[in-house]
């Protein structure tokens, strides 16, 4: 297997896993994350190459993701920063009840 494909792979199975944390930080604060869409760039120069969209009945939120980030996933400090900014994210999609702004 030449390197190109081995990291398709890594990339793919990377991608797997931040989806799968996705799904339980969601759960963890009560967010049914039903969508999971990625846009695995080309550009693997580009500092963002990889698009995720985080998705649940009525909310959308966008993350971008390295090619570090999918092909290093079993790092711990980079696991670590790919859950920090998953939790950041998906926060924005808890749906929060407005308090009134006058109380009678």
């Known amino acids: 297997m030449n390197e190109d494909s081995s990291k398709?792979?890594?990339r793919a199975a990377g991608a797997t896993v931040i989806s799968e944390i996705a799904t339980v930080i969601?759960?963890?604060?009560g967010v049914d994350v039903s969508g999971r869409v990625w846009d695995?760039?080309?550009d693997f120069g580009h500092e963002y190459?990889?698009?995720l969209d985080l998705s649940t009945a009525t909310n959308t939120v966008r993350l971008y993701f390295s090619d570090l980030d999918l092909t290093a996933s079993g790092n711990?400090?980079?696991k670590s920063r790919v859950e920090d900014r998953l939790r950041r994210a998906i926060a924005q999609l808890v749906v929060r009840?407005?308090?009134p702004?006058?109380?009678y």
């Open 8 to 10: 398709t792979i890594d």
């Open 26 to 29: 969601g759960s963890e604060h």
């Open 40 to 42: 695995m760039g080309e």
């Open 49 to 51: 190459a990889h698009r």
């Open 76 to 78: 711990k400090a980079r």
């Open 97 to 99: 009840t407005p308090s």
């Open 101 to 103: 702004m006058y109380t």
